[in-house]
């Protein structure tokens, strides 16, 4: 069966460490995968979109990588701010446009 | 002007009861979804409707009927309340097409005592 893990359900680093979170999946091909943030009590907020065609993409101190062959995806946040806590999840989506499935999330608390 | 809107934020109630949680969304998009995110944080999809149309239906219980009179609403009404459907539901929409992310509410926390 489909399989989505985030490396670990919690991450604690030191403001201004580059953070990096694992997104694995098995049994799955899947056409792009997405990155989001969660903040309590609110609603997912998108953040990246990568298309299982390319290697890495990039938006202001975010960075994402997609390796089809290891079924893996790393969301770095460089130069973290305390402002950067948060839970963060991972979201792939297969051929049946739309219909995304997502990883349990990974929340990243930065330390001042 | 909120994107996606869903009432009510918060629902308490017994066991038993029937529910009804209302989503709007001004974004113009095509499709809605509904998730439910368990208290693990896990976001399950449960339907997911295109232009009024049913084109999702994840193994969700009779109980759950989702409702859509128009592109830009998705209404879920909750039959016979259990336990078990106490998490938090969240609306979302998006554009069919590939590659386009989707913009969530920001939720309703139902408890059932």
């Known amino acids: 069966s489909q399989k989505i893990e985030q490396n670990s359900e919690a991450l604690n680093i030191q403001e201004g460490k580059t953070a990096t979170l694992t997104c694995n999946y098995t049994?799955?091909?899947?056409?792009?995968l997405q990155w989001y943030r969660q903040d309590p009590g609110r609603g997912p907020v998108f953040l990246l979109l990568?298309?299982?065609?390319?290697k890495e993409k990039r938006k202001e101190r975010l960075k994402v990588t997609f390796d089809t062959t290891l079924k893996q995806s790393l969301f770095h946040i460089t130069a973290s701010q305390p402002a950067d806590s948060a839970t963060y999840l991972c979201?792939?989506?297969?051929?049946?446009?739309?219909?995304?499935?997502f990883g349990d999330g990974t929340t990243l608390t930065v330390k001042p | 002007d909120t994107a996606v809107s869903q009432t009510p934020k918060y629902l308490v109630t017994q066991m038993g009861n029937d529910k009804s949680i209302k989503c709007e969304q001004n974004?113009?998009?095509?499709?809605m979804y509904w998730y439910k995110q368990d208290s693990k944080k896990f976001l399950k999809i449960m339907f997911s409707y295109n232009n009024k149309e049913l084109i999702i239906n994840e193994t969700v219980p009779n109980r759950f009927s989702p409702k859509s009179p128009d592109k830009a609403h998705l209404n879920l009404h909750i039959n016979s309340l259990e336990l078990g459907d106490s998490a938090v539901y969240f609306c979302?929409?998006?554009?069919?097409?590939?590659?386009?992310?989707?913009?969530f509410g920001d939720g309703t926390r139902l408890s059932i005592l």
């Open positions: 979302a929409s998006g554009d069919r097409a590939s590659y386009q992310p989707q913009h």
């Open positions: 979201a792939l989506d297969g051929t049946n446009a739309g219909k995304s499935t």
């Open positions: 990568i298309r299982e065609n390319e």
């Open positions: 049994n799955y091909s899947p056409a792009y």
């Open positions: 974004l113009g998009h095509d499709t």
